[in-house]
């Protein structure tokens, strides 16, 4: 495409939560096993720290492993809840009965999930009374763009019923993290800039088989191979977000 069909800019440090109650927004993370959650988590976190690191801890409901803002040491206003990855079959991956807990505020914190027992209220550590602080203040679901096409009817099932439930909790922001774009446009991956003038990342079935509009989709690529920090991959990354931070300016 001659002129991108996204503008990008961004500055994660400038954001301040509008209520004093919540110093840091709580994100939740909600994928597919594979589509690469965990590898948002750790390349995020990459760049706050100044290199490529791997560090987060899949399957559990993780909070404040992006909490320093790497040389500066600031405490940064995001944390990132990744969660065991969805799976079609019944018994299997993250239970949805679990969601309403998680957005709620009721998991403790490196809760490990278990697919076949969602979280019961007489369970340790259970959070009976949890305040706006330790609620889901967004949700973001985890997309692999190269399996997008061949999602199966299960999936696509199970993800709207998540949106439905999410819908319920009242007006929590729903976003669509778009990973592995290099993977399927190969001008995007000759040079990742060409992310916003590729027509194929535009029109991708994402928002469809969640739900969301086209502005609540967010292209990114994870850092996997790389050894160095990349600047274009940051800024991809950075962007998200501060995405999210942006959908989270009515926080009550």
């Not at 299960?154 to 319920?168: A, G």
């Not at 916003?196 to 509009?213: F, H, K, L, M, N």
Request: hydrophobic share 40%; with cysteine.
């Amino acid at each position: 495409m001659e002129k991108p069909w996204r503008v990008v800019t961004w500055d994660i440090r400038t954001y301040r939560p509008l209520n004093s109650s919540v110093t840091q927004a709580r994100v939740l993370l909600i994928g597919a096993v594979g589509a690469g959650k965990s590898s948002f988590f750790n390349s995020l976190n990459s760049i706050f720290r100044g290199h490529v690191t791997s560090q987060a801890i899949s399957g559990s409901c993780s909070t404040s492993l992006t909490t320093q803002a790497g040389r500066e040491g600031k405490p940064l206003p995001l944390i990132l809840c990744d969660t065991m990855g969805l799976e079609q079959n019944v018994g299997a991956g993250l239970d949805i009965d679990d969601i309403s807990n998680i957005l709620k505020g009721h998991l403790p914190d490196r809760y490990q999930f278990n697919p076949s027992v969602p979280l019961q209220s007489e369970a340790h550590g259970f959070c009976k009374s949890p305040g706006l602080k330790d609620k889901i203040h967004c949700v973001t679901y985890v997309l692999d763009a190269s399996k997008i096409s061949i999602m199966s009817t299960k999936m696509e099932e199970k993800l709207k019923t998540i949106r439905r439930k999410v819908n319920l909790m009242g007006k929590i922001p729903q976003l669509v993290l778009l990973t592995k774009v290099d993977e399927v446009c190969s001008l995007v991956k000759e040079d990742i800039r060409n992310v916003y003038r590729s027509s194929y990342i535009r029109d991708v079935e994402a928002a469809t088989r969640v739900g969301v509009p086209l502005s609540c989709i967010i292209p990114v690529k994870n850092y996997s191979q790389e050894l160095e920090l990349e600047t274009d991959i940051d800024i991809l990354l950075l962007s998200a977000a501060v995405q999210m931070l942006r959908f989270l300016k009515k926080l009550q």
